[in-house]
């Protein structure tokens, strides 16, 4: 089971800003460890969206962007687009499990 | 083209064996840390199991440890994953991921994955 716990889903907007919360706990994020940002399109494998908090791949438009404090960390999409329709999956370290975490998953849902 | 390929799913009863591969090709392998990645249909990611560029290090998940092992060739360009006693709630897509050269093998993050490959586990 994860134990990282995001929102099911998120909805707006084309044009509009969403944010995805990612919470963890303090043998994880809340112990310092990087939380990463992955994508996720209809039938196809995740893509890598943020590292290390909040840096871009190449590639990655900067409407993108991540933050992390205490022991959550954040994803926010401005400017929403169709093709921003997809799961969302944040990740991390716990050190109590030895092992890497992923969040729950969100649904991204442009109306 | 930069790219990682997994093979060797399919359907196993449960109890039995499979051996998954990951080839990877258009980067140098030797010194990137690798990793499976598991999801269920219509489920989640997990993480399965890591090794590090030289081997020294191996970890797994609680969920496989003792039933999977992880290992690599270097020489080859490929990862593998030999999965015994599996059971119905190992069915999953299987990804091989790859950490960027270098990063460290716990902290580091996913930089590059396949497309996956198919396991059912069903009698």
């Known amino acids: 089971q994860s134990v990282l716990t995001q929102p099911p889903s998120v909805s707006g907007a084309p044009g509009q800003r969403v944010t995805i919360s990612c919470s963890g706990s303090s043998s994880n994020i809340g112990a310092g460890y990087d939380v990463h940002w992955y994508q996720q399109l209809p039938g196809t494998a995740p893509k890598l969206l943020l590292y290390a908090n909040y840096h871009r791949p190449s590639g990655v438009p900067d409407r993108i962007s991540g933050s992390k404090s205490g022991t959550s960390a954040s994803l926010a999409i401005t400017g929403l687009q169709a093709e921003d329709e997809a799961v969302y999956y944040c990740?991390?370290?716990?050190?109590?499990?030895?092992?890497?975490?992923f969040g729950t998953g969100t649904k991204v849902t442009v109306l | 083209e930069v790219q990682l390929v997994e093979s060797g799913g399919g359907l196993v009863k449960p109890g039995g064996s499979l051996r998954l591969s990951c080839a990877a090709s258009g980067f140098t392998f030797s010194p990137h840390n690798l990793n499976w990645v598991r999801q269920a249909p219509g489920k989640g990611l997990e993480w399965v199991a890591s090794i590090s560029s030289t081997t020294s290090y191996i970890y797994y998940a609680d969920s496989v440890k003792g039933r999977f092992t992880i290992s690599r060739d270097n020489a080859e360009n490929s990862l593998y994953l030999q999965m015994n006693s599996l059971r119905a709630e190992d069915t999953a897509v299987y990804y091989c991921?790859?950490?960027?050269?270098?990063?460290?093998?716990?902290?580091?993050?996913?930089?590059?994955w396949g497309q996956g490959t198919l396991v059912t586990v069903s009698s």
């Open positions: 991921a790859s950490h960027p050269p270098s990063y460290d093998l716990l902290t580091g993050f996913y930089w590059l």
């Open positions: 990740q991390s370290y716990d050190r109590s499990l030895s092992g890497h975490v």
